[in-house]
Nanobody, 123 residues
Framework: QVQPVESGGGSVQAGGSLRLSCAASGYIYTYSSMGWFRQAPGKEREGVAAIDSDGRTSYADSVKGRFTISDDNAKNTLYLQMNSLKPEDTAMYYC?????????????????WGQGTQVTVSA
């Protein structure tokens, strides 16, 4: 059973940066993707970024050029570097593992989810 655990959330002013980490314990299928999702109050969970086993990435249009997803396979760790943060980035951020062979941002494609880490961006 894969169990992702997120860390690195917090409060920051607009224009600031945060780096989220996700440590995934347990066996992870080598060819599965991992991703970051977020959910703001009253809104549906949305994909932020995803990465497949070959390092190909996908990003939501709203974060392109500001966020960077990366991974360290040796450590089973996923990262999300978030720069130029905006108040609209405020949400609970979730790490997901055991996706598909492509960097999909469809939440239904993932079988393992973390508990989330809160990111709050003030104006």
């Amino acid at each position: 059973q894969v169990q992702p655990v997120e860390s690195g959330g917090g409060s920051v002013q607009a224009g600031g940066s945060l780096r989220l980490s996700c440590a995934a314990s347990g066996y992870i299928y080598t060819y599965s993707s991992m991703g970051w999702f977020r959910q703001a109050p009253g809104k549906e969970r949305e994909g932020v970024a995803a990465i497949d086993s070959d390092g190909r990435t996908s990003y939501a249009d709203s974060v392109k050029g500001r966020f960077t997803i990366s991974d360290d396979n040796a450590k089973n760790t996923l990262y999300l570097q978030m720069n130029s943060l905006k108040p609209e980035d405020t949400a609970m951020y979730y790490c997901a593992a055991e996706g598909t062979t492509t960097a999909t941002m469809d939440p239904n494609a993932y079988n393992a989810w973390g508990q989330g880490t809160q990111v709050t961006v003030s104006a």
